[in-house]
């Protein structure tokens, strides 16, 4: 029986499953679904807590302590050997630089990197319509 997530009822609580098989699901599964596209973000202070408190509420469930049993965060990582999800993202970030610098200058993505772009950028309509540009 699925729950209202989708994931096998008791899932990552469930006995019968070990923890390892339970970190092989995180790992295989939630973490990429979690930091897909995060090369290309830009991390802010508030979107760190969220994917921090999503990972640990997984990682949580997975050792079997609550947020009662004031465990750090830290620790139940270094239980679990897990990479701290914030150190993920930064890791594929600076591989993403490595492979953009690598790329030739004619590649769109690196210009659009390195901000070279041809043209003008257009201005913005209100400061048109101030100019009396639009009417």
């Keep these: ?5 989708g994931t096998e009822k008791g899932g990552c609580r469930s006995k019968e499953l070990s923890k390892a098989t339970k970190l092989r699901v995180y790992n295989a599964v ?3 679904t979690l930091l897909y596209g995060s090369e290309t973000w830009t991390l802010q202070n508030r979107h760190k807590k969220k994917l921090q ?14 947020r009662l049993d004031r465990m750090r965060s830290d620790d139940i990582r270094e ?11 930064i890791r594929k970030k600076k591989q993403w630089m490595k492979k953009i610098e690598d ?8 210009s659009v990197y390195i901000e070279e772009l041809p043209g003008k950028r ?14």
Excluded: C, S, W
């Design 1 to 5: 029986m699925q729950n209202h997530r």
């Design 30 to 32: 939630v973490k990429p």
């Design 53 to 66: 408190a999503t990972e640990m509420r997984y990682l949580r469930k997975v050792e079997g302590v609550t």
């Design 79 to 89: 239980r679990l050997r897990q990479e701290d999800v914030i150190d993920t993202v």
């Design 103 to 110: 790329m030739p200058e004619e590649r769109l993505v690196k």
């Design 122 to 135: 257009p201005i913005k309509r209100e400061t048109a319509e101030k100019m009396g540009r639009l009417n």
